[in-house]
């Protein structure tokens, strides 16, 4: 797998080993989804479920200033570290945590941490989005032009919250929307 856009562009990261719980989003969705939401330089971005980073990574290389990587599976988060350091990625520019999803939330919630774009991509069978979308509002975790980028094998409607489906992409089976405020 490699990066496809900015400074780590056409360098190559690896995915972990796990094909039950870990589904790699293919180069050409990354560069569908990040034309689409286009400039991040500065932005604090979350990768919720980061499985390789690679949503993170490709964050960090279009230029956001930070990215948190948040996975509960130990093969994931050594593999996220391994990218990280085999990039050469700095070490301010990034935090690595290996907990759920909730328990990040409520970490980042205790730190009154906010985000300017969120990469949502769970393994399909497990994905609670609506839960997880309101917690980060709930819990003030969204910036006030904060992006959310979903990727399902369903179609998902977020009611009750104060975005909306700006974007929505089909590829074969996998589906991604991004919501804007």
């Known amino acids: 797998m490699r990066i496809v856009g900015g400074k780590y562009r056409h360098r190559l990261i690896t995915f972990p080993d796990d094909m039950a719980h870990t589904r790699p989003t293919k180069d050409r969705i990354r560069e569908a989804i990040f034309s689409a939401i286009g400039d991040i ?9 980061a499985g390789s980073g690679a949503m993170g990574i490709e964050a960090l290389s279009r230029g956001a200033n930070h990215v948190t990587f948040v996975d509960v599976s130990s093969l994931a988060v050594k593999t996220v570290s391994e990218n ?8 301010n520019e990034y935090e690595i945590l290996k907990t759920t999803d909730v328990s990040a939330i409520e970490l980042f919630k205790e730190k009154n941490r906010q985000f300017d774009v969120v990469f949502l991509d769970p393994p399909y069978e497990k994905g609670e989005y609506e839960k997880i979308v309101a917690l980060l509002q709930c819990n003030n975790l969204l910036s006030d032009n904060a992006i959310l980028v979903l990727e399902s094998n369903r179609p998902i409607k977020l009611e009750n919250i104060d975005y909306q489906k ?16």
């Open 166 to 181: 700006n974007k929505e992409y089909h590829y074969g089976e996998i589906m991604v929307f991004i919501y804007w405020r």
């Open 41 to 49: 330089s500065n932005f604090r971005a979350l990768d919720l479920y």
């Open 84 to 91: 990280l350091h085999s990039l050469k990625v700095d070490k």
